[in-house]
């Protein structure tokens, strides 16, 4: 160790920032350098004569109007505005980002990357999608053409019956309007007739389905089953045309005897309906029954209270027919 | 400087982060605004901060508004603050820029002081107050306690301000020369050569007095 280098770590050594290690090495110089050790005596003086310049504790009051000035000051102080607060969080957030570059690019890389996959991934779904929705609309369009079914029957247009002849034409809409032509057998037909039956706007569809529903039950064509019946006795019941609920119940006439729903809705028809012919011909249709309880409750009542005279007269002529019990 | 010593005693990093702990909940609340947080490290700080205006400037007059523009400093800029360092150690480096500001500016002025002014512009003997026990101080060895006191004040004023600083937190405020290059913004090894030269020039001026 040089004097140089010793005159250095004296002052570090006075201070108490030297090593251990150099502490002793420091020693060991100075114990033999009579130029160190007067060197080591100054600043040791120095340190004394300088604590005559000593650190005073502030004074009470000038602390006390130091906080003062400072709290006056601080109050004056605008607040800070938004776009303030904004930017200094911005320039934090720059800041930080400046502190840890490589932990900055990591992140914008893992970022990227992450952005890269999943726009890739949503990209190939949506693809999958896209191509699984053609798939399925031509699906539809070819069991479309294959087979029409009623849920796509907008409505019924009309229908026409060939003269002579089983054969019946019934046009309906579709959202692509079609067009079906077959047997009054047929079940599509059927099925479009009954629909026509209920949901027609026009009065004279709904006549001319009734009508032929009518028809084909009178006739005893396939009417056993329930879908035309009840097609028959909901336009007997609800429809607003007295034309159609007449032929209703014209095509329910049969079934009078059999089919206890149909005489009630028959019963119904006699107390409710607004038409008196309807009325009329519900008592016609009913007399083969007139012995039944319910059916006799029903023509007594309308007997002694019908408003109508006609009505009540023929209530009275067909119970006065059938016998009292059967 | 009990305080300043017990940031630099022997603690464990973690001691040390946990000491902490309730300061930086007071500088986060700060940051987010709260007046009562920030006037709570004032209250913190504010006693070392005018101990140290007031000895490196010896006038009160300029300690207070050292004291009044480094805490308005602190309140604007601490959303700043972004604990890399100890809180103690920013309003340090606050207070140390502002006196070299005013120490350049003494020196240009050629304004020393050999006593200190108090508010009124009062002079104020600071050896009045030292304790009279110590060896140099008798009358009959040396000079007498206001002429020393008074050559050891010229002799601070010869320094650099970067020197005078540097040894004010030193040999005054007893700051390890890490933390003072980090209040500098410097290195620990410039801190030591700065304290040297500022010793060697102490020596050299005050040759006369030993």
Partial sequence: MNCEVAHERIVAAAYGELLDEQIHELERHVLGCPECQEDREQLLALKVLANAHPVLEPDANLVARSRLRLEEALDALPPKRWYE???????????????????????????AGAGSLGGYEIAQRHAARAAQNVQTAQAAVTREQAQTGPAEIANISSIVRQPNSQMVEVRY??????????????????????????????????????????????????????????????????????????????????YVGEDVQVRDAVLEALLNDSDARIRTAAINILEPVGADTSVRQVLHSVANTDQNPHIRNVSRQVLSRVPEIQ | MAATKAMNGPKSAEERMQARAPE????????AGSRTAFDALVRQYEQQVLRLALHLTGSEH???????????????????????????????????????????????????????????????????????GRSFSNPAKELDRKVLGERIQEALTKLTPRERMVFELKHYQGLRLRTIGEMLNTTEETAKNTLFRATKKLRTQLAGLR
């Fill in chain 2, 24 to 31: 930086m909940e007071l500088i986060r609340e700060a940051q």
């Fill in chain 1, 85 to 111: 607060r904004l930017s200094q969080r911005m320039t934090n957030n720059f800041a930080s980002m400046q502190a840890a570059p490589v932990a900055a690019c990591l992140l914008l890389l893992v970022g």
């Fill in chain 1, 173 to 254: 809409n579709q959202v692509v309007p079609q067009r079906i032509e077959g047997s009054l057998n047929d079940p599509a037909i059927r099925q479009l007739l009954m629909l026509a039956s209920e949901n027609s706007a026009s009065a004279g569809v709904r006549d001319d389905s009734v009508g032929l529903l009518a028809a084909e039950c009178r006739d005893g064509h396939g009417c056993q089953g329930a879908g035309i019946r009840d097609a028959l006795m909901v336009a007997l019941r609800y429809d607003k045309n007295e034309g159609v609920r007449e032929k209703a119940l014209k095509g329910l006439e049969p």
């Fill in chain 2, 62 to 132: 300029d300690a207070e508004d050292i004291y009044q523009e480094a805490f308005l400093k602190a309140f604007r800029y601490i959303g700043n603050f972004r604990f890399e360092c100890s809180f103690y150690t920013w309003i340090y480096r606050i207070v140390t820029n502002l006196c070299l500001d005013q120490l350049r500016r003494r020196k240009t002025r050629r304004e020393d002081r050999a006593v200190v002014l108090d508010r009124s512009g009062d002079e104020i003997d600071l050896l009045a107050s030292v304790p009279d």
